[in-house]
C-alpha cells in the first residue's frame, strides 16, 4: 500500500501532520507525534503583533485609549497572553529541529510587508524545512476595497520568497471575492503550497459584564465540505501542492480530501482531542480502507474527484446549487 505524497517538494512517508497548534508547544508532545507517525511537525504561529507590537496601531490604541470606556481593553490582544515571544520561537524551533528527524515547519502570521519579515530568515536559519505564512486580515476599514487587500498579500508573498531558500506555503481564509482568481495568483507569486482554511476564533460578548469573551471551539467534521468545495475546484489548477486543514477527524475524511486533490492532511482538534496516538489510528483506518476498495496509491487516488474531471465546472455547480433548492423539503 503506497500512501507517500509529495508537500513543498518534499516526498513523505504519508500524507498526515499536526497543523499549526499548541501541540508543538512541549518537546515531549512532538516526539510522540513523531513515534505515531507525524510526516512533519507544524509550529505554532510567530505573529506581526509580537515582532512589531510597540508599531502597531492595535497596541497603540489600548495604551492610549484602552481606559477610556471600561468594556473597551477586552477588545485588544494582552502583550502577555503570547506563549512564545520572537526569540523563544526561535530556540524553540531550533531545540524542535534537533529533538526530531522529520521536517519542521515554521509558521508565521501577518498582514503587511516590513523588517519584521527578516523574522522569516531567521526561521530558515534555525532549521526550519518550510515556513507556513499565515495569513490572516480582518479589514475594518470602509474605504479598503478587497483588491488592496489581495495586492498586499501578494506582495508579502513575493517578498518572503525573494529572501529564503526553504518552501513557503500560504494558509488561507475562504473569504476572499474571487478566490480562484487569488490562488491562481498566489501561485503565480511563488508560492509552494497553499493551505485551506485558516479557522476563525469568534468572539463572544458578555452583555452583562460588558466584555469580550473568547472561547476555543474544536473544529467538526462538519466543517470539511468547504475545505473539500475549495480542493476540488483548485486540484490540477495551481502547481502548488495542497493541505487540508480543519474538518479532518477520521480516515474517511482523509479519503475525502485527497479525493478532491490534498497532497497534505493537517490535523489539530481530533489530536487535541485523541492525543497524539489517533494519528496512527488514522493512518491505519486509510490503509485499510484502500485496501477494502482497491486502491493501491494516494497518487492514483489525489483529484478524481476534483472539478478538472468534470466536463464543464461551471454548470456542474450550477447544477448542484439548483438540486439542493429544489430537491429540499421542509419537515
Not at 534537533?98 to 515554521?106: N, Q
Not at 519584521?116 to 475594518?140: C, K, S
Not at 470539511?224 to 476540488?232: F, M, P, Q, T, V
Amino acid at each position: 500500500m503506497d500512501l507517500t505524497t509529495t508537500y513543498l517538494g518534499r516526498t513523505l512517508p504519508h500524507p498526515f501532520m499536526p497543523g499549526a497548534s499548541p501541540l508543538a508547544d512541549e518537546i515531549d508532545t512532538v516526539r510522540r507525534l513523531e513515534d505515531a507517525g507525524a510526516a512533519a511537525i507544524v509550529l505554532r504561529s510567530l505573529f506581526e503583533e509580537q515582532i512589531t507590537r510597540e508599531q502597531m496601531a492595535a497596541v497603540f490604541q489600548q495604551e492610549v485609549h484602552g481606559e477610556s470606556f471600561a468594556e473597551a481593553m477586552s477588545f485588544f490582544p494582552n502583550p502577555d497572553a503570547f506563549v512564545l515571544g520572537p526569540e523563544e520561537y526561535l530556540r524553540h524551533l531550533s531545540r524542535v529541529k534537533e529533538s526530531v528527524g522529520i521536517p519542521v515547519f515554521a509558521s508565521l502570521n501577518g498582514t503587511t510587508a516590513g523588517g519584521w519579515l527578516d523574522y522569516a530568515r531567521q526561521m530558515e536559519q534555525a532549521g526550519a524545512d518550510a515556513l507556513e505564512l499565515n495569513v490572516f486580515h480582518i479589514p475594518t476599514e470602509l474605504e479598503i476595497p478587497g483588491a488592496t487587500l489581495e495586492h498586499e498579500t501578494l506582495a508579502m508573498v513575493r517578498e518572503v520568497k525573494k529572501g529564503l531558500r526553504i518552501p513557503v506555503a500560504v494558509k488561507l481564509s475562504p473569504f476572499f471575492t474571487a478566490f480562484a482568481h487569488f490562488a491562481r495568483e498566489l501561485d503565480l507569486a511563488g508560492a509552494d503550497g497553499l493551505v485551506l482554511f485558516n479557522r476563525f476564533y469568534e468572539p463572544d460578548i458578555n452583555v452583562v459584564d460588558l466584555e469580550v469573551r473568547r472561547e476555543l471551539h474544536l473544529s467538526s467534521p462538519s466543517e470539511l465540505s468547504l475545505r473539500l468545495r475549495w480542493l476540488a475546484i483548485l486540484s490540477g489548477r495551481v502547481k502548488a501542492s495542497l493541505a487540508v486543514t480543519g474538518g479532518v477527524h477520521t480516515a474517511l475524511d482523509a479519503v475525502k480530501s485527497i479525493m478532491a486533490g490534498a497532497h497534505a492532511v493537517q490535523m489539530v482538534s481530533a489530536l487535541i482531542q485523541n492525543g497524539p496516538g489517533h494519528l496512527r489510528q488514522v493512518m491505519d483506518d486509510l490503509a485499510t480502507w484502500m485496501e477494502e476498495n482497491e486502491w493501491s496509491s494516494l497518487s492514483e487516488m489525489r483529484g478524481n474527484m476534483s472539478l478538472l474531471r468534470v466536463p464543464d465546472p461551471k454548470m456542474y455547480e450550477r447544477a448542484n446549487y439548483m438540486w439542493m433548492l429544489q430537491g429540499w423539503e421542509s419537515p
